[in-house]
């Protein structure tokens, strides 16, 4: 199969690191990068998780292009001091966190709102044990990211939910039933905005409705903004807590690994305005010794966010032309499956209820006959059955050939 070229496909050199510059060398994002042998989760976990490392992979959240330059140098650069000891934040982190917002989503936040966290998941964890007691509810809206129903039953905590409406095609939240969990004393609501993995970027609107229940409920909620740069024109992501920035019921989760491509190298950032829920939530992580002071993640994450816009606005543009071209071939010559574009993520949301198979052998006809690996939707909870989730953070000839497999395949179905 193709899929050989691709797997043995030229490894871009490393060599010595260059300044930044307009143009990103980095950025050209048609690149094939062989990424096996790495311990990539995405290629060489394959066997673990589809039962055969024959397959393209097009499923964890996970990039495969390189970071930016500048982020490739400073890790370079850090790697060149033998010592690898404990480290502090640099000085201007905070700061240059404040600028990001400010620029990207038009949002003004005070510096001492600012927590650092292990990662999104971590903190979601955290965020249960925090503000929950064992048996309280917490809400989530399915079909969602995998983690929020286990950060819930892990701890000891009722899950409710409170699934999205699909309107051919297109998600809403359902503010009705919303409402009948907040009366029935849901205590804490986990959001993901934009939505993983429907792809959906929620409105001024629906925030303030969204609001306006967890006001009148004395509800919490907690919103997952990993996918907050990765959003497409004419969409506007729109940071939950800046709708109502002196709330003690809200705080927003945010961090550079699916902006900049480098989710190993765990980072997240919390904002809450109110004392009394950042201490609630930093106070676990204390509890259980969790210090954010790797040198290498640092170093990548400063580096990040002080010059790596120019990466990040090609990136878009290049994300936006391959859910066109996906769109297009799925409904030119796949016309047993539908698809929508997503407003925010690399992540699309693939529909194929129509070839009447249940999950287990829909998930078996893509590995073992197209040779493809995607997330099976129903690992997203209710809603997600006969859907798959489809990552387009890729070379588009490699998304382009996964779908031309899939063809082929559904041609001998």
């Known amino acids: 199969m193709a899929f050989a070229a691709l797997a043995g496909c030229h490894q871009q050199q490393g060599g010595t690191p260059v300044a930044s510059t ?3 060398s980095n950025s050209n994002f048609d690149t094939l990068i062989s990424r096996l042998n790495t311990n990539s989760v995405k290629w060489d976990g394959r066997a673990a998780v589809f039962g ?3 397959l393209l992979p097009l499923w964890v959240a996970d990039g495969d292009f390189a970071v930016a330059n500048p982020i490739q ?5 850090r790697a060149q001091h033998p010592i690898y000891g404990y480290t502090h934040h640099p000085h201007d982190l905070t700061q240059l966190l404040v600028n990001w917002q400010l620029q990207r989503h038009r949002w003004a936040i005070e510096p001492d709102w600012l927590v650092t966290m292990p990662g999104v998941v971590a903190t979601l964890y955290a965020a249960v044990k925090a503000l929950t007691n064992e048996g309280d509810a917490v809400i989530v809206q399915p079909p969602v990211y995998t983690p929020f129903f286990s950060a819930i039953t892990d701890n000891n905590r009722r899950l409710m939910l409170n699934p999205l409406k699909n ?6 939240m359902d503010f009705e039933h919303l409402e009948q969990c907040a009366k029935q004393g849901a205590k ?5 905005s934009p939505h993983n993995p429907i792809g959906r970027v929620w409105t001024r609107d629906e925030l ?3 609001i306006d229940i967890s006001n ?5 909620i907690i919103s997952d903004e990993i996918h907050a740069d990765l959003v497409y024109a004419p969409h506007q992501h729109i940071p939950l807590l800046s709708l109502d920035d002196l709330s003690d019921k809200l705080a927003t989760v945010f961090a550079p690994g699916k902006t900049f491509n480098m989710p190993g190298l765990s980072m997240a950032f919390m904002v809450a305005s109110d004392p009394e829920l950042r201490a609630k939530l930093t106070a676990e992580f204390k509890r259980l010794h969790i210090e954010n002071n790797n040198p290498f993640t640092l170093a990548a994450v400063q580096a990040a966010y002080a010059q790596g816009a120019s990466w990040v606005d090609a990136l878009l543009p290049y994300l936006a032309q391959t859910q066109q071209a996906v769109v297009k071939f799925v409904r030119s ?3 047993q499956l539908k698809i929508q574009p997503s407003e925010g993520t690399f992540l699309m949301w693939l529909d194929c209820r129509a070839l009447g198979l249940d999950d287990k052998n829909l998930q078996a006809f893509l590995v073992e006959q197209a040779k493809v690996g995607l997330s099976a939707g129903i690992s997203y909870g209710q809603g997600g059955e006969g859907f798959m989730r489809l990552n387009i953070a890729a070379p588009r000839e490699m998304v382009l050939q996964a779908l031309d497999q899939i063809e082929h395949a559904l041609g001998s179905l």
């Open 333 to 335: 010559r796949l016309p």
């Open 22 to 24: 307009t143009q990103d």
């Open 208 to 210: 303030i409705k969204l």
């Open 52 to 54: 055969t490392d024959d």
């Open 216 to 220: 009148r409920y004395d509800m919490t």
């Open 188 to 192: 804490l609501l986990l959001l993901c």
């Open 73 to 77: 140098h400073a890790l370079l650069q």
């Open 167 to 172: 309107n051919n095609g297109h998600y809403e």
